[in-house]
C-alpha cells in the first residue's frame, strides 16, 4: 500500500511513497553529511565527494548503492558565462538522495511537486528508484537546452552583423560568446561519458531498463555535445573572418597614412631646411615662396601618380 510521509532533518528534506524514498540535500555541510553516514553508511570518500566543488563527473558503484556526480549548467549574466552546478546522487533500491546546492531550479521544483501533489508523487516516483533517478537527470539535461539555444541564438545575431559595421563591438561580443560555450564543453564533455556508462551497463539495484531510459539522456547529452562542437566550429570560423576583415582594415588606414606622409615629404624637407636659422640661397628672393610651393607640389603630384599607376588607391 502507497504511503506519504514528509519528515524533515536539518537540512534534509524527505519524500517517501510506496516503499521509497528520496532524500533531498540543499546546501550541504558536514552536518548533513554526517547524518546520511550514520542513517544509510555511505563511504566517506563519497560524502567528502558531495561538499567539493571540484570533482569530475563520475560514476561508482558501492555495492548495495550507486553514486554520481555530475554537473549542470548555470548561466551566470554579471560575467556572461555558464557555471556550473554538482549534483551527487545516491541511488539504491529503496531510496534516492540528492545533494546540490539548491541553485538547479528543476530539481528543487520537482522535489516540491512530489512533496505537494500526491498525482506526481505517484507519477514520479511510483516505479522503481531507477526511475525516480531517470526523472531527476531527465529535468535537469532538459533545462540545459535553453541555455544551449540561448548560445545559438547570440552566435546567429553575430552571424548576421555585417562585417563592416562596429567591428571592434562584434569581435568583442564573439569573443564573449566563444568563452561562453567553452566553458559549457568544459561542463558537458566528461558528462557524456557518465550517461553512456549508464545506458551500457545494468544496474539490478535500480530496477529498469538502461537502454530505454538512460538511452534516453545519452542521446540527450550527446546532441548537446554535437551542437556544441557545431557552435565552437562557427564561432572560430566567424573570429576569423572578423579578425581578417579588421586586419584589411588597418592596412587601408595603414595604406592612406603612408601615401598622405609620402605625398607631404618634399613639402616638410623644404620647410625644414628654410626654416634653419642659417643664410641659405635665395632666401631673401621675392619669387622664393612661389619657387619653393612648386618644388613641393610637383614632386608631390609625381608621387601621387606613380603610387596611382601601383595600385595603392
Keep these: 500500500m502507497a504511503t506519504d510521509v514528509k519528515a524533515k532533518e536539518p537540512g534534509i528534506e524527505t519524500v517517501q511513497w510506496n516503499g521509497l524514498t528520496w532524500v533531498n540535500v540543499e546546501r550541504p555541510t558536514r552536518a548533513e553529511m554526517s547524518f546520511l553516514r550514520e542513517r544509510y553508511g555511505f563511504h566517506p570518500l563519497a560524502l567528502e565527494d558531495c561538499i567539493s566543488r571540484i570533482q569530475l563527473p563520475k560514476i561508482d558503484e558501492y555495492g548495495e548503492y550507486v553514486f554520481l556526480v ?8 554579471t560575467i556572461r558565462m555558464t557555471e556550473p552546478s554538482q549534483v551527487s546522487i545516491f541511488a539504491a ?59 545559438i541564438e547570440n552566435l546567429e545575431r553575430i552571424e548576421r552583423e555585417p562585417i563592416s559595421k562596429n567591428s571592434s563591438y562584434t569581435i568583442r561580443e564573439l569573443s564573449i560568446i566563444r568563452r561562453d560555450v567553452v566553458a559549457y564543453r568544459r561542463l558537458i564533455r566528461p558528462q557524456v561519458e557518465v550517461m553512456e556508462t549508464l545506458e551500457a551497463r545494468e544496474y539490478p539495484l535500480l530496477k529498469v531498463d538502461p537502454d530505454v531510459y538512460f538511452g534516453d539522456l545519452a542521446d540527450h547529452t550527446r546532441r548537446i555535445w554535437e551542437e556544441l562542437e557545431e557552435l565552437k566550429e562557427v564561432g572560430d570560423g566567424l573570429s576569423d573572418t572578423f579578425l581578417a576583415s579588421n586586419i584589411f582594415t588597418t592596412n587601408d588606414a595603414l595604406r592612406a597614412l603612408t601615401i598622405v606622409f609620402t605625398m607631404t615629404l618634399p613639402g616638410t624637407l623644404l620647410a625644414t631646411l628654410y626654416g634653419m636659422n642659417v643664410p641659405l640661397p635665395f632666401q631673401n628672393h621675392s619669387g622664393t615662396l612661389w619657387v619653393m610651393l612648386g618644388l613641393s607640389i610637383i614632386p608631390s603630384a609625381a608621387l601621387l601618380i606613380w603610387l596611382r599607376r601601383r595600385g595603392w588607391f
Design 70 to 77: 555530475l554537473h549542470f549548467p548555470l548561466f551566470n549574466p
Design 93 to 151: 533500491s529503496s531510496y534516492v538522495v540528492t545533494v546540490h546546492q539548491g541553485d538547479l531550479r528543476p530539481l528543487s521544483k520537482l522535489f516540491q511537486d512530489c512533496s505537494l501533489s500526491e498525482a506526481v508523487r505517484n507519477d514520479v516516483m511510483g516505479r522503481s528508484s531507477g526511475y525516480l533517478l531517470y526523472r531527476i537527470l531527465d529535468v535537469l539535461v532538459d533545462a540545459c537546452f535553453p541555455i544551449l539555444n540561448q548560445a
